[in-house]
């Protein structure tokens, strides 16, 4: 039998943007974030732990103890020129494009199909990899996870809610990766 890859990924804790309803820019933890992180579930055993890039996924891996290395492949969902903003302060037409459309980006920025593909390459890479790992990664990074393992399609991204602190788990087993449930 060959051996397991476990992935537990972990949704950065509390930010005011994330508190606000705003697209993030690369800011850090609010209190309660701080203290979310701070209250974390042990992780167990660990054999290489990740983060994304931004300051809000390295201090939630510092936060948890972890000697993380940044990981690019994992960085947020690049929303564009929407950075800062609310909801509902943009354009009607093209929220609407952007929330049903998985491969176009009215902001400029990255699309859906965009994040998964790269979520996609990163998971590919750890294929042949072994242990435990752990990432701290965002909500978005997580959804496109979920997406790769259960190979459904883009237009299901934002059917998938992923909370601050939110630990998912999944296997690979020689041939596919599994989802966890916990």
Same mark, same amino acid.
């Given at each position: 039998? %060959? ?16 508190? @606000?309803? =705003? ?13 979310? @992180?701070? /209250?974390?579930?042990? +992780? ?12 809000? /996924?390295? *201090?939630? /891996?510092?936060?948890?103890?972890? %000697?993380?290395?940044?990981?690019? *492949? ?7 020129? #929407? ?12 929220? /609407?494009? #952007? ?25 590919? %890479? ?5 242990? =435990?790992?752990? @990432? ?13 393992? +259960? ?6 991204? #934002? ?15 020689? *041939?596919?990766?599994?989802? =966890?449930? %916990?």
């Amino acid at each position: 039998m %060959s051996e397991v890859v476990r992935l537990t990924l972990v949704s950065h804790a509390m930010t005011d943007a994330t508190a @606000a309803g =705003r697209f993030p820019t690369d800011e850090p933890l609010n209190a309660l974030g701080h203290r979310q @992180a701070d /209250a974390a579930v042990e +992780l167990g055993v660990i054999d290489a732990a990740y983060c994304g890039p931004e300051k809000r /996924a390295r *201090q939630t /891996a510092e936060l948890l103890g972890l %000697s993380a290395a940044v990981e690019p *492949q994992l960085a947020d969902l690049d929303c564009g020129s #929407w950075r800062g903003s609310v909801l509902g302060g943009l354009p009607p037409a093209d929220l /609407a494009v #952007w929330l049903t459309d998985p491969a176009r980006a009215p902001h400029g920025g990255e699309t859906v199909v965009g994040l998964v593909n790269r979520v996609r390459g990163w998971m590919d %890479s750890l294929a042949s990899t072994r242990g =435990r790992l752990v @990432a701290v990664t965002h909500p978005a990074v997580v959804r496109a996870a979920i997406m790769v393992v +259960l190979d459904a399609p883009p237009k299901s991204f #934002w059917r998938i809610d992923i909370a601050p602190m939110r630990r998912t788990v999944m296997h690979f087993r020689g *041939q596919a990766w599994t989802l =966890r449930s %916990s």
